[in-house]
T-cell receptor
Framework: DQQVKQNSPSLSVQEGRISILNCDYT??????FLWYKKYPAEGPTFLIS?????DKNEDGRFTVFLNKSAKHLSLHIVPSQPGDSAVYFC??????????FGAGTRLTVKP | DGGITQSPKYLFRKEGQNVTLSCEQN?????MYWYRQDPGQGLRLIYY???????QKGDIAEGYSVSREKKESFPLTVTSAQKNPTAFYLC????????????FGPGTRLTVL
């Protein structure tokens, strides 16, 4: 039973444009959401997070939006750079109990 | 440097052999985790531990075993009972307090021949 879903396995955008990665979840008890970035043959690295009391969190070029009623979150990268090309995982947890991960979206930013 | 290390990076074993993957952290984190990643799938939780000498099964614990004798170390043994052991294994650690991210090691790719 997949509680966190990333329905787009891949996304390709042009350098300088906006990248929007989407994530849906089914468990209404999730109250902490994170995005991780992963390069091949490496461990994921934490990118940005948001708690359920907020609907937006921004860190430089990265912004995460949370829509609790729709059980949906998204990661916006503006402007996109070739170095952003990686697999992005969405994750969710209940008050830091075990974390559930989506299947990932492979982002390719073309120069 | 503070961080989390996994060794080896690549591991080959014959079918039927047990193999132990190492995970060490010097971040003073209480909680440690083992995940498995397969192509096209997210990270699936195998085992986790929130305190020394205690650990809990994750979603796919069958065929695996762990120990947590020291706060810094959380080795994972892939036993011969694990039907599809070839995968990329990731170890992570975190603080126990709420709303903390997990820090991941570089991973070990296990190939069973």
């Amino acid at each position: 039973d997949q509680q966190v879903k990333q329905n787009s396995p891949s996304l390709s955008v042009q350098e300088g444009r906006i990248s929007i990665l989407n994530c849906d979840y089914t468990n209404s008890m999730f109250d902490y959401f994170l995005w991780y970035k992963k390069y091949p043959a490496e461990g994921p690295t934490f990118l940005i997070s948001i708690s359920s009391i907020k609907d937006k969190n921004e860190d430089g070029r990265f912004t995460v939006f949370l829509n609790k009623s729709a059980k949906h979150l998204s990661l916006h990268i503006v402007p996109s750079q070739p170095g952003d090309s990686a697999v992005y995982f969405c994750a969710a947890s209940e008050s830091n109990n075990d974390m559930r991960f989506g299947a990932g979206t492979r982002l390719t930013v073309k120069p | 440097d503070g961080g989390i290390t996994q060794s080896p990076k690549y591991l080959f074993r014959k079918e039927g052999q047990n193999v132990t993957l190492s995970c060490e952290q010097n971040l003073n984190h209480d909680a440690m985790y083992w995940y498995r990643q397969d192509p096209g799938q997210g990270l699936r939780l195998i085992y986790y531990s929130q305190i020394v000498n205690d650990f809990q099964k994750g979603d796919i614990a069958e065929g695996y075993s762990v120990s947590r004798e020291k706060k810094e170390s959380f080795p994972l043994t892939v036993t011969s009972a694990q039907k599809n052991p070839t995968a990329f294994y990731l170890c992570a650690s975190s603080l126990l307090a709420a709303y903390n991210e997990q820090f991941f090691g570089p991973g070990t790719r296990l190939t069973v021949l």
